[in-house]
């Protein structure tokens, strides 16, 4: 039952099966409300493409005047690091771009946490489970 719980909402690579979600957060610089009207309409787009162009999937986004948050799902080889890297630096660029915005548009902080689908103990379980078979 677990198994199959489990290969529901997973994704494939040629050599790993997955399903990795992270919860990414980070600020405007000085958390200046600056994500709003056409602003907010840019960073949501971009970040859509950007995910789109990358195949990783973009299961929520939520852009505040002074925050973001993003919940994306990224293959193995990504780390979370790199993908908020990619997504600031797409935003910044078209924001200085389009709307002169100064360079640091972003804070150079975010969060991250991950989300899965079963939690700790119920791994454990399976993991114990598979030694009797």
Not at 85 to 101: C, D, Q, Y
Request: net charge positive; charged share 20%.
């Amino acid at each position: 039952m677990l198994c199959f719980y489990l290969l529901m909402r997973t994704k494939k690579t040629r050599h790993a099966v997955y399903n990795i979600n992270y919860h990414l957060v980070w600020c405007s610089k000085y958390h200046k409300q600056i994500l709003v009207g056409e602003v907010k309409d840019l960073v949501e787009n971009t970040i859509k493409e950007v995910c789109t162009q990358r195949g990783w999937e973009l299961i929520s986004l939520s852009v505040q005047p002074d925050h973001l948050h993003t919940f994306v799902s990224v293959s193995p080889i990504f780390a979370p690091m790199f993908v908020v890297k990619v997504l600031k630096g797409a935003t910044a660029v078209r924001a200085v771009k389009e709307h002169r915005f100064a360079k640091r548009f972003w804070s150079p902080s975010y969060y991250v946490g991950t989300a899965g689908t079963v939690t700790e103990q119920t791994i454990q379980k399976y993991i114990k489970e598979q030694e009797t078979r």
